[in-house]
């Protein structure tokens, strides 16, 4: 296994990147926070997969945290990082600086779209301004590229690709499949945080949602009938803090007044003790 080349600037990824597009070469990102697991091996696989060359971003970024919030306490990993990115195939590695990120100089703004103020906007007011910063920051020094990100981060997902829609950004946004743990528990660096009493609890919203995608699938067409009974599964087995369940059309993330045969989009947050977690699912009515 070969040592992976890691750059720190911008200029010089920016300009080694501009080369190989030249040269008829597809570029990959998978932009990250570190940490990586294996959701993110999933991602570097399928940039691997689908371009010449591949970057991994690892930038923990703190537009993403509110004062309350864990910046100092995120887990940060950097030699196993660079192990992950080696292992699956990753080319480089971008491990900017906060001020590579965002230099004094300051940056054209860009204003998040309608997506980003509700559920995990609503919960948390400055995430998806923090997340349109650092993603659109990385759009600009990649260039051309595709850009792999999970769908268990599903509102993300949706603004990232409204923000390329809105500002004509020259990026393919790519949508990779939910990595699981054996139990369900969605993959994420946040599972770091929890107790191993609120591991065992965690695998309940992956419960909950598969008991409400199972009666859509099965008929039942009142949001508020499969909401109300997710909300249950998760009460009755966790001593976790639910923040909200909900149940959505997946592109404009309203609740229909019915479920119907294009189908929806399930939605949890929860919090257990430090670590707030978040899940989805598709539904389908057969």
Known sequence: MGTIEVETTA???????????????????????????????SLIDAAVAGND????????????????????????????????????????????????????????VVEVG?????????????HFPGVVSAVSRLFQIIGTCRAYFGEKDFQQ??????????YSIPVGVVG????????????????????????????????????????????ETDPEVVTALMAEVIDAATTGELDYVAVVDPDTFETPSRI??????LLVACQFGQARLIDNMGAVPA
């Not at 119907?260 to 989009?265: C, E, H, I, P, S």
């Open 114 to 126: 309608d997506l980003a103020f509700c559920f995990e906007g609503a919960s948390r007011p400055t």
């Open 157 to 166: 997902l949706a603004v990232v690709r409204q923000m390329v829609a809105d």
């Open 11 to 41: 200029a010089n990824l920016r300009s080694r990147l501009d080369k190989e597009r030249a040269a008829g070469r597809l570029v990959g990102l998978v932009p990250t926070m570190g940490y990586l697991h294996g959701g993110h091996a």
């Open 53 to 108: 060359l591949t970057v991994v971003s690892v930038f923990v970024n703190p537009l993403q945290f509110t004062p309350d919030e864990d910046l100092a306490d995120y887990p940060r990993d950097m030699e196993t990082d660079l192990k992950v990115c080696t292992r699956h195939g990753a080319d480089l590695v971008f491990t900017p600086a906060v001020r590579e990120m965002y230099p004094e100089s300051g940056l054209p």
């Open 176 to 219: 990779c499949p939910t990595v699981r743990a054996h139990d369900g528990l969605a993959l994420s660096s946040r599972n770091a945080y929890l107790t191993s009493a609120e591991r065992e609890e965690a695998s309940v919203l992956h419960r909950a949602l598969q008991v409400g995608a199972e009666i859509v699938v099965g008929g």
């Open 260 to 265: 119907t045969g294009t189908g929806v989009r």
